[in-house]
């Protein structure tokens, strides 16, 4: 799994996005999953904004549960 400072310092926007294409989810589904807003969601794909840990948490399970 990868470690909460590596998301940030790796394009944590892309990878926001990634998942979120690869399984087909909107901003405001994945904004539900996470417990966050849609604004949040494009703040972080645009990396203007960090993720907190927190939801970096939930994060991190929905990708460890993803199928290949």
Known sequence: PISFQLF???????????YRNDNYLSQNALADML???RQHIS???KNKNRMPYEVWRKFSTLLNHQTP
Do not use: R, V
């Not at 940030?8 to 990634?18: A, F, R, S, T, V």
């Open 35 to 37: 417990g966050t807003s």
């Open 43 to 45: 703040a972080w794909e």
């Open 8 to 18: 940030l310092m790796n394009n944590q926007g892309e990878q926001i996005l990634k």
